[in-house]
Structure formats: structure tokens, C-alpha cells
């Protein structure tokens, strides 16, 4: 799917798991409302095969919606959010006192 994404291509794909966040039904892509109805995938596949403006749209807007998912852009969210939220100074490291025990923090 990624690399039809990518390749500005239309996405035809059955609306399972985690697809439905990928693909938009009618915007980024079509939808198969049942992945075992071949007679509907035909036809979604014809209807983009007859409309090639349609189709490219879809693949533009696929495309688009695609960058959301790389993950460069998600390691870059998650360094932003660990910088704010983690503290500027290391933690003390706990140790063992001797003939303890108990866990102290230095």
C-alpha cells in the first residue's frame, strides 16, 4: 500500500485494521466493505480503470496523506514530545547502602 501511496497510485483495499486509518474511503482511496466480496472489488477497480481523472485525484490525495505516516515524521514527533515532558537534568541513580536492604537515591 505504501509504495502505491508514494507512487501517487489510486488504493483499492478492504476497510480492515488499521487500513481505515490509512486510507480514506472516496478521498485517499476506495474501500471494500467486505474483504471476501471480489464481485465489489472488481467493480471499485473498474471505476477507477474508467475514470482516470478520478483516479488521479485519489493518487494525489493518497500521496498526500501518506506523509503522515513516515516515520522520520513520527521519530521527529516523539523527540519533541520526550524533550518536553523529560526532565533538563539526569535523575539520581538509586543505589544499595551497604548492609541495607532498602534502595536509597544519591
Known amino acids: 500500500m505504501k ?3 508514494t507512487r501517487r497510485l489510486p488504493i483499492v483495499a478492504s476497510g480492515i485494521g488499521g487500513i481505515r486509518d490509512q486510507v480514506i474511503d472516496g478521498e485517499s482511496g476506495l474501500l471494500l ?3 471476501s466480496d471480489l464481485p465489489q472489488f472488481g ?3 473498474r471505476q477507477l480503470l ?3 481523472a478520478r483516479a488521479s485525484d485519489l493518487g494525489t490525495s493518497a500521496a498526500q496523506r501518506a506523509a503522515q505516516f513516515l516515520p522520520d515524521l513520527h521519530l521527529t514527533k516523539w523527540a ?3 524533550t518536553e515532558v523529560a526532565p ?3 535523575a539520581p541513580s ?3 547502602s551497604p548492609g541495607s536492604s532498602t534502595i536509597s537515591s544519591k
Open 3 to 5: 509504495l502505491g501511496f
Open 33 to 35: 466493505d467486505d474483504p
Open 43 to 45: 467493480r471499485l477497480v
Open 88 to 90: 533538563t537534568t539526569p
Open 50 to 52: 474508467n475514470d482516470p
Open 80 to 82: 519533541t514530545l520526550l
Open 94 to 96: 538509586p543505589s544499595l
